[in-house]
């Protein structure tokens, strides 16, 4: 309300009502929407620049430990769980409810212009960005010699709009000036509301993927198997809301595991050329197993879950007797490549040595070479002649007090070294089948034999199908609202005195739309094509005195 002179203006109060009204407006406005949408996308960023818990904790407690000012800091703000944050599922959230309280009210307001007839015909149709003048006259293939008559002409330019995909509404057929109005082009917003209402069924379905899915890391010698339970996986992450009674209970046997290496081109010689894992795969207790074949890009679906190849190594069979000739340690012993040449890196642990528990760590070589000063190095990946480099320990292994321990790592703090390089006892160098006896009676190690190992990667995402599907959705809405332009055309008659009927004809585009002078020249085209049109006249020569513009 205006003040009087001298006066102060008092403004309403907003008060609570009006103000979480003026809140939600502004959340549910596309505009709010759009920069959550990126807001997202930069929040995602940490994600891939810090190690995730739920990936590898064991890198994360390492990073901790190597960044011990930095490292507790970034933990606080959530920096290692970006995905499950505080901050970040704020963020989702509120996109989530955004994109809702978008989307609802457009879809009405859409449903209701579809209901709705087009817009009345303007009175000033010159105004309008393309428009134009028709004289028609008599139709030969008709045989008559009179001209349509304004009611004909309209019910034909509206037939003709029709069929040119337009929505048309005839008016004032009666009197001596009809017209038409006619409307096109709703599917460009019916795609912009398919877009958003496909990106809310993205979000659903990603977090019903990180609720209820799971995704686990398992290590398989060549003869033994895995069976899908929390137990049987070397790490697991599962879903915020996952049920351990949910497993799939599949089993998988490697049965064979071959690896093609390059042997014909010199500039490429030893590098792997194909993967194959030969599976048997049982899909629950009671089912017949079947052979199946895993290779890289081309994983096994089982139960719901995806079962990928991400790696592969050797694993030496050890036999370890401690120092009163019992066997401690029987079995394969899984060893982390470092190179092309599979040198790999093995970590040996005998926890039920008598008296004293035994380690040993050093490297694999499966084609062992060894140069002028006495260095053992690795020259091809396949195992011409397979030897192992190790050193031992005895004492304590620091696996009794329950502290988690990884089996690739052997901490030496509190062992006491047998032998080394630089030990006087010299490091153990053991071929295939072959024994070494330990220092000081602690008994012996031997190298049985050599097995192939796979890494398997396995994961379960209720929410995959209806991302692939909202996401395609979302992409042809996107494509329906570019290509689609939203038209609207009116189309007038009215009689000359020298008893021609004349169209006035004008185009309107919501929005941008570079082709609106195209299109009006096609509709007019389609007219003169039904009624044999005069050329346009000076402006003099109008009846009316208006100016024509032909598109």
Not at 298 to 319: K, Q
Not at 386 to 399: A, E, F, I, R, V
Not at 415 to 435: F, H, K
Not at 539 to 546: L, N, Q, R, S, Y
Request: proline letters at 8%; glycine letters at 10%.
């Amino acid at each position: 309300m205006a003040s009087k002179a001298g006066t102060e203006t008092t403004l309403p109060t907003l008060g609570p009502l009006g103000m979480l009204r003026w809140v939600w407006r502004q959340l549910t406005s596309m505009r709010t929407a759009l920069q959550l949408l990126l807001l997202l996308a930069v929040a995602a960023v940490p994600g891939s620049l810090f190690p995730q818990r739920p990936a590898n904790p064991a890198v994360v407690t390492q990073y901790l430990k190597d960044n011990p000012d930095t490292g507790p800091w970034l933990d606080r703000f959530q920096l290692f769980d970006v995905f499950s944050s505080v901050w970040f599922s704020a963020i989702y959230l509120l996109l989530f409810t955004s994109l809702v309280g978008c989307v609802i009210p457009r879809t009405r307001a859409h449903l209701k212009s579809l209901k709705a007839p087009p817009p009345r015909t303007p009175r000033n149709l010159s105004r309008l960005p393309q428009h134009g003048y028709l004289t028609l006259h008599s139709n030969p293939s008709e045989k008559t010699s009179e001209a349509p008559t304004p009611g004909d002409a309209i019910a034909d330019a509206a037939l003709l709009l029709k069929k040119s995909g337009y929505r048309v509404n005839t008016r004032d057929m009666d009197t001596s000036q009809p017209s038409v109005g006619a409307e096109r082009g709703f599917t460009k917003e019916a795609g912009n509301l398919l877009f958003h209402t496909a990106l809310i069924g993205v979000l659903v379905s990603v977090a019903v993927g990180g609720m209820f899915g799971y995704r686990g890391q398992k290590l398989i010698v060549e003869g033994e198997g895995f069976t899908n339970s929390l137990i049987g996986y070397d790490s697991f992450a599962p879903g915020t809301n996952f049920d351990e009674n949910s497993l799939t209970p599949f089993a998988l046997t490697l049965k064979d595991f071959d690896v093609v290496f390059n042997r014909d081109e010199p500039a490429t010689y030893g590098q792997p050329l194909d993967f194959t894992a030969a599976m048997t795969v049982q899909e629950n207790p009671a089912a017949a197993p079947v052979d199946q074949t895993l290779k890289v890009n081309s994983p096994i679906g089982i139960g719901g879950a995806n079962i990928y190849l991400v790696g592969n190594g050797y694993a030496p069979l050890i036999t370890v007797r401690d120092g009163e000739g019992n066997i401690a340690f029987s079995g394969p012993v899984p060893s982390q490549p470092t190179d092309t040449a599979y040198t790999s890196t093995v970590v040996i642990k005998a926890p039920d040595a008598q008296p004293e528990q035994l380690g040993f760590v050093g490297f694999f070589l499966p084609t062992a070479v060894v140069d002028s000063t006495g260095l053992a190095f690795g020259s091809d990946p396949d195992p011409f002649n397979p030897q192992l480099n190790l050193n031992s320990y005895y004492g304590d292994l620091g696996l009794d007090d329950g502290t988690p321990v990884s089996v690739y790592q052997l901490d030496t703090t509190d062992l006491t070294q047998l032998n080394g390089r630089d030990n006087p006892a010299g490091g153990i160098v053991l071929g295939a089948e072959q024994t070494y006896d330990l220092p000081d009676g602690k008994g012996s190690i031997t190298f049985d034999g050599l097995k192939r190992f796979i890494a398997l990667d396995i994961t379960y995402d209720p929410g995959k199908i209806g991302a692939l599907v909202f996401s395609t959705l979302a992409l042809t809405g996107l494509i329906l609202s570019l290509v689609t332009a939203r038209r609207r055309a009116w189309i007038t008659a009215h009689t000359n005195p020298d008893g021609t009927t004349e169209l006035e004809y004008g185009f309107l585009a919501r929005g941008e739309d570079h082709g609106l002078k195209a299109e009006a020249a096609k509709i007019r085209a389609r007219l003169i094509s039904r009624w044999p049109a005069a050329a346009s006249l000076p402006a003099t020569a109008h009846p009316t005195g208006k100016a024509h513009h032909v598109p």
